[in-house]
């Protein structure tokens, strides 16, 4: 019986012209795909490996001769960063038995459904910690990107809103203990109206001495509140920023040095003749924008793997901090969409450095409305007053003193100090002020001990004793990480009536009565409990370490 050869000599034929071609570098593009789970391809003719839902497009070239470059199906990422959620499938890249591929290949990741609003599409990487650009392709509904050949990727979806999440600032709480409290010394009352509670922008403490009032604001809002003073009142005489916004560097600006940051706080001294009066404020989000905007690029410039103009950390760079919340302040107007002024701002931060011109500027733009809208919601905050009025009685009450020992970068002046050299290991335990911690001279503990805010502080903690002496600590190595913003400034220092003073502890003396030692006035006496803040004028309860405990009057609560 004859056997017709034909069809197989042609298609011998066909192999062999096809294998010339490929090693004359001509592009063949092969398609393989796998078992189900991995495909390969070797030596320098395109192909495009399919893993499942997955395709990678190999240029010619790519992978030399005598290198394998593997696909693989990938299982999900351990630790998805949380501004990213998964979508579509996975794989990895593996090469072996040559030199490393040595040109990006294209992976073409198919998904259920296109990005929805506010999202855009990305591959993720790095075991879930790092993100590629990318774009969708609606005709195939696959995401694409060019990556590096090898390693492991997965389809995602980039939240816009969770960015800005992200890197929003959290609201600090200001000193519960002093809110709306009157003060009263030598028979003058000042007294607080105005904003009470932890759910008002701003918190409002008041001192007095006789001759004037002391009245600081601590925000507690989530954007700047411009402050409008009545006339004829002092600048500042102190103030005090959150570290994690690096505010006190933006106060020389001339749009931004009437500002009441997130978390910062800010006190006048106040003669008794510029008296009543009332301070006034309303939100002004648009410097807190700019900030916002660029932590927003740094943080995207890090999940991206991408560099800018002006990297490192934005809280040591002013110039960056001053350029970006100026521009902020320069485009906000409250009368617009917040969304478009916030596109205005991210364009004009790119003379700053915190943001480049390219790939990630464009991607960002598009996104800028839900990156930004935690802000926009926060612009709303209400207007306050706060009204001091002046009177004369005979009711005491116990004052509130906020314990200033900085002023810049220098001891404030009326408190002595002695030095020592020492370390500090934890933040404090008695008082939860940001700037406080514990340190400790060989055996000897001081709690708390108070940093300087201010930038270029030496590295110096005043640790004190009473209201007016201190050990001046100089620490080594650095400090440990600071207490979370929101941190209750306790008092940690009392004086009592008769002039008594004693300084918060934590242990020292057993319990009495069921309560702990919270104060130390001597070897012997200690105060029990917290200080009880019903009544205008607070009590203690205090004992020689043994009951019975006995009721004292506090004239001074340091916080």
Partial sequence: MATDHGPARLALAAAVVVLLLGAAGVLVQQRLAGAGDAAAVSGAAGATLTVGDVEVVVPPDAVLAGTRLAAHAAPEPGALTPVARRTGGGAELTFDAGAPPRLPVQVRIAVPTAPPSGFAPVVITANGTRLALASYDATTR??????????????????????GRDVAQAAADPPPTCLGRAASTAGVTVELGGPADARAPVGACVTEDGSGASVTLTSNAR????????????????????????????????????????????????????????????A?????????????????????????????????????????????????????????????????????????????????????????????????????????????????????????????????????????????????????????????VKDKVYDPCFAATAPNARHQVVCPSTATKAVLLTYTGALPSPPQGDGTANPFLLALDGGLQCLGVTGGAPPVAGLNARFACSAKTFLYGDPDPVNPLWTVQAADQAPPLRQMTIAKAYA
Avoid: N
């Fill in 284 to 440: 002004d989000p648009g410097p807190y924008l700019g900030l916002a905007l660029a932590w927003t690029a740094h943080r995207a410039a890090a999940l991206f793997g991408m560099a800018l103009a002006r990297p490192g950390e934005l809280e040591q760079d002013p110039g960056v901090l001053a350029c970006a919340a100026d521009a902020g302040a320069a485009h906000y107007a409250a009368d617009r969409p917040f969304a478009q002024v916030a596109a205005e701002v991210w364009a004009a931060l790119t003379p700053c450095g915190t943001a480049d011109a390219g790939a990630l500027h464009s991607f960002l733009a598009a996104g800028i409305g839900p990156v930004t809208g935690w802000l926009a919601d926060a612009a709303k905050g209400p207007a306050f007053a706060v009204p001091l009025t002046v009177g004369s009685g005979t009711e005491r009450f116990t004052q509130t003193v906020a314990y200033r020992p900085w002023t810049g970068t220098r001891v404030t002046a009326g408190i002595r100090t002695t030095a020592a050299t020492g370390a500090c290991s934890a933040a404090s335990t008695v008082s939860g002020r940001h700037d406080a911690y514990r340190c400790a």
């Fill in 142 to 163: 696959r995401i694409v990107a060019d990556l590096a050949p090898e390693g492991a990727f997965w389809g995602g979806l980039l939240d816009f809103a969770a960015l």
């Fill in 223 to 282: 954007v700047p509140y411009r402050i409008v003073l009545p006339p004829g009142w002092p600048a500042p005489s102190a103030r005090t920023a959150a570290p994690s916004t690096a505010t006190v560097q933006l106060f020389p600006q001339p749009r931004l040095r009437d500002l009441l940051w997130p978390g910062a706080g800010v006190t006048y001294d106040v003669p008794v003749e510029r008296l009543p009066a009332s301070i006034r404020g309303q």
